[in-house]
């Protein structure tokens, strides 16, 4: 597609749900990241996938957070047992993947509401 | 760990100022330093500098970098309120990631 693309663009769901947010990355892209957003703030890393493989996960805040990459290109992040703590606008990011030129290209965010 | 620090948080002008935003940086094998607006929720990208001294330009916005002081500015002449937004400023390593400062709000009153 012409951009990143991210759904749902809002999500409302009641702690201790689980929840998916996807992301479809702009075509021809290889590197993929997601990052999280609080109010306030700037985006910060979760993860990067190149490919298939989750490159690097350390961002990730713990253990009910995990993300996908099955094909190379659609991702799915998932969170489990959702905590009102994980409410913020979620953000994918796509890039050719090439090493030390980051320039990173977003999609319009989900944002999650743990009620 | 990497860090990112922008000034002002906040700032208002009205509409013809111009203005000058500010990032500083302390980033392990620091390769790039990237610009973006944010407008309700998608960072839209402006610029990215890797060289030291060489201005970057689009129209009102113009950015350069100072790797000597670690640090970048971003400029916009003859502000319209269309360019009130929060304007991040990110740093790349040698690795993938990009690490944000927490942005400046600018608001630009008619």
């Known amino acids: 597609g012409a951009g990143v693309s991210q759904t749902p663009s809002n999500k409302v769901t009641e702690k201790g749900k689980y929840v998916e947010l996807r992301c479809d990355p702009i075509s021809g892209h290889t590197a993929l990241y997601w990052y999280r957003q609080s109010l306030g703030q700037g985006p910060e890393f979760l993860i990067y996938f190149q490919g298939t493989g989750a490159a690097d996960d350390s961002g990730l805040p713990n253990d009910r957070f995990f993300a996908v990459r099955p094909e190379g290109s659609v991702s799915t992040l998932k969170i489990q047992r959702t905590e009102r703590g994980d409410s913020a606008v979620y953000l994918c990011?796509?890039?050719?993947?090439?090493?030390?030129?980051?320039?990173?290209?977003f999609g319009p965010g989900t944002r999650l509401t743990v009620l | 760990e990497d860090k990112v620090v922008q000034s002002p948080l906040s700032l208002v002008v009205h509409e013809g100022d111009t203005v000058t935003l500010n990032c500083s940086y302390e980033v392990t094998n620091f390769r790039s330093l990237l610009w973006y607006k944010q407008e309700k929720k998608a960072p839209t990208f402006l610029f990215m500098l890797?060289?030291?001294?060489i201005e970057k330009k689009s129209g009102r916005l113009s950015s350069i970098l100072d790797k000597k002081e670690l640090s970048s500015i971003l400029n916009i002449t003859a502000t319209q309120t269309g360019d009130s937004a929060i304007y991040l400023c990110?740093?790349?390593?040698?690795?993938?990631?990009?690490?944000f400062g927490k942005g400046t709000l600018l608001t630009v009153n008619p």
């Open positions: 990110a740093c790349g390593g040698s690795n993938y990631k990009l690490t």
């Open positions: 890797t060289s030291s001294g």
């Open positions: 990011a796509s890039s050719l993947g090439l090493a030390g030129l980051n320039e990173q290209f």
